[in-house]
């Protein structure tokens, strides 16, 4: 997969000599470059233009969402035919949990999320593991851990015309990956079933994935519209990432479990030597 420029317009001035240096110098080794430019001088389009001569997956940190919102748009609209895509932090509004010792007063967790920018962080995360033209535009949230790639990459589900599976043993692997079965209504990454067909509403897409089954064997793939339930895509292989970063396998948690316990008998001990008895 390549990247495809798209602009009403080619580069002009300094732009064709700061793309040829700074794409030069990639090529010759040099980790870190600066690209300098007044407001309105084209640094973005200048950067476009380099992403589409480097050719591999780029990373794009801004400072803050409303920045990160309009670079988004921007680069969408220069790689219509590529990933482009957003990853901010999902809070709309988070207060840490908190201990008062001197009044014994414990100050629950609350957050409130926004369930479209978690959709969109998702979708980032399954095209880098998909695909190669891609573009992640981010603010700072992204440099905070999510678990690791390759255990989110080892969980996904993959599916194809042909394949013999057992539907029971499709729907637990579903589940296994967090997507919740959902008869009634089928909201973002949940499933239904009904008689031989399996309808998933992926965790990063607005669209389901139909798939039908006759008797062990899958027989159909395709993606409709939410609404209308037209067919929009047909596949003959598909890819069911997990419905949430934070998937972990059982034998993780159970080492983790244990290591937690021994940890908290450590800082028992610990409290009570310090005499920290509402601790």
Known sequence: MTFQLEAPYLPAGDQPQAIRKIVDGFNNG?????????????????????????????LIISHNKTLAAQLYNEFKGFFPKNAVEYFVSYYDYYQPEAYIPHTDTYIEKDSSRNEEIDRLRLKATMSLLSRRDVIIVASV????????????DKLKVSIKCGMQIERDKLLRSLIDIQYNRNDMDLPRGTFRVRGDT?????????????????????????????????VLETFNEYLVFPATHFVTPQEEIERSAREIEKELEERLLELHTQNKLVE
């Open 141 to 152: 949230s992204c440099i905070y851990g999510l678990g690791s790639p390759k255990e989110y």
């Open 198 to 230: 399996v309808d998933i509403h992926t965790a990063y897409d607005d669209d389901i994935i139909r798939i039908e089954m006759f008797g062990d064997e899958i027989e159909k793939i395709v993606r409709l519209h939410n609404v209308t339930q037209n």
């Open 30 to 58: 040099l980790s870190r470059q600066t690209l300098l430019g007044v407001t309105g001088s084209g640094k973005t389009f200048t950067m476009a233009n380099i992403i589409k001569e480097m050719n591999v997956p780029t």
